[in-house]
């Protein structure tokens, strides 16, 4: 896009995730017309673990490696780096399908077990979709005790630090982003997709493919609601600061407050409403 071109590719994750339809313009004050409409692309992704069909989701193509990685750290399949071997977009044929990816785990994983936690379509809106039950996302994480303060005026900043890396936002207007910073208040790395979660789990993902998945970020910021899912895959990664430019959720509110985690909802335009562990933000 024009005047994006400095963006770091390896900041943003950038991919092809926009293409175009033709769509009737119409206004009250002007006469109708069509013209070609940019669209974000939402396409399945199959994941596979050793060969063997784990779960689909619906997602943003893009960032296919991280979205994976970050999947299997936040569902708990993986618990080191090094426990993934390999993720590849499978071969058929002579051709590479973009839509399947095969995860290799290390050796000794209890693959039956992990294939079973999940055995129906990921809708890309909602990260509990295909869970065997509501009582499997009450994964046991231990709670946060993070000493460190971070200034309000550092927070005031983050949305404004994240528009001009939200490239596929401001094509079609139809993808969340997530972002990870350092306390200093510095981007580490940005990802968009058509669903929130997987944005999340894209930056997660990111960390964990650069051997850095907990302990590395203070701060997460993600262009939505705050729902209980997006707390609880901020806990896995260890991140004590959650930002939200949305309103959260009752569980949301509750998960935070009982792990140790600081949740901010309604961050746009320098304000914001704090939720739990105010401790954490100095004047």
């Avoid at 140790?260 to 335009?269: H, W, Y």
């Amino acid at each position: 896009m024009e005047g994006r071109s400095a963006l770091n590719p390896s900041l943003t994750g950038a991919g092809q995730a926009v293409t175009s339809r033709s769509a009737g313009k119409y206004s009250q004050d002007a006469p109708g017309c069509w013209a070609e409409d940019r669209l974000a692309i939402e396409e399945p992704l199959e994941i596979r673990l050793g060969g063997k069909s784990w779960v689909v989701t619906l997602r943003s193509p893009g960032a296919d490696h991280d979205l994976v990685a970050g999947l299997l750290w936040t569902e708990g399949v993986v618990t080191t780096p090094s426990d993934i071997l390999e993720l590849a977009h499978c071969e058929q044929g002579e051709q590479v399908t973009s839509n399947i990816m095969n995860a290799f785990l290390k050796p000794g994983l209890n693959l039956e077990g992990i294939l079973g936690q999940r055995g129906l379509p990921a809708n890309a809106s909602c990260g509990l979709c295909g869970k065997v039950s509501i009582e499997s996302v009450h994964r046991k994480f231990p709670v946060l005790d993070w000493p460190g303060r971070v200034p309000r005026s550092i927070i005031y900043g983050l949305e404004r630090q994240l528009h001009p890396h939200q490239q596929a936002f401001a094509s079609t207007g139809g993808v969340h982003a997530a972002a990870l910073f350092d306390e200093s208040g510095r981007c580490q790395v940005v990802r968009e997709d058509v669903g929130r979660h997987n944005a999340v789990d894209k930056v997660i993902g990111s960390q964990v493919r650069a051997g850095a998945p907990t302990g590395a970020s203070a701060i997460l910021l993600v262009t939505s609601r705050a729902s209980f899912e997006i707390v609880q895959k901020a806990l896995s990664a260890r991140i004590p600061i959650i930002a939200c430019a949305s309103a959260p959720s009752s569980l949301a509110v509750d998960f935070a407050q009982a792990n140790g985690q600081t949740l901010i909802g309604f961050l746009r335009e320098g304000r914001f409403n704090l939720y739990t562990h105010p401790e954490r933000l100095a004047d």
